[in-house]
Every structure is written in C-alpha cells, then in structure tokens.
C-alpha cells in the first residue's frame, strides 16, 4: 500500500480496483525484463487478481505493519536467491531491509516511474 498510498488518487474509495491497477503495471513493467517482483498485501484480496510473472502475497498474521514483517520474514530467502529491492516510505522498513542487505528505493519515485506503464 505505500506504493499505492504515495499518491493522492482517490484509492481509498476502491483498494482492490487500486491494486488490480498496481499489479496490472507491474505485469507490464516485468514484461521485457528480466525481474521477478512480489506485491505484499496486509491481506488476502477479496477478488482474485490476473498475474502472470509479478507474485501477489499477503501476510499471514493479521495487524499493524503485517506486510511489513512479512517482507522482513521473507528477505533472507530472497537475498539467498538474488539481490532484493524493497520498494517502501515506511523508514523502518527501509533500515531493517537496509541492515540485511537489500536495497530501499523510495515509493513515490518508483510510483512515478511506474504511472509510464
């Protein structure tokens, strides 16, 4: 949601058409590119979203910054894998995923470079 949340857009009157959106440019940014890219929810969507190389997940435990512990869970398998860029505006995310190793890109800039998709 911090991606999504970075921009003032009327989001919150429909937060699955927002990240069918969301999704939808990932796919399109993935495309021609050799990347694989996870979307963490805080929750499992009410609709089932239509991805074919971006990944939809969601936390497993409910509550404040559940996507976040999330992310950080999944970070070393990740960084076993591959280099990792976490993309986030939460500041604490972004200095825990900072002091395993993975790379923080900020949401509002990467929201704009995706809004080209």
Excluded: C, Y
Aim: aromatic share 6%; charged share 35%.
């Amino acid at each position: 949601m911090n991606v999504i949340g970075s921009r003032p857009d009327g989001w919150w009157r429909d937060r699955e058409r927002a990240i069918e959106s969301l999704v939808g440019r990932l796919e399109r940014r993935v495309e021609h590119r050799e990347e694989r890219v996870t979307v963490m929810l805080e929750q499992k969507p009410r609709r089932a979203l239509h991805a074919g190389r971006v990944e939809v997940a969601w936390a497993g435990t409910g509550g404040a910054d559940a996507a976040d512990r999330e992310i950080l869970a999944r970070l070393p398998a990740w960084l076993a894998d591959d280099e990792v860029v976490v993309v986030t505006s939460d500041r604490d995310l972004a200095r825990k995923a900072r002091a395993v190793g993975a790379e923080v890109v900020p949401s509002r800039p990467f929201r704009a470079e995706l809004d080209s998709f």
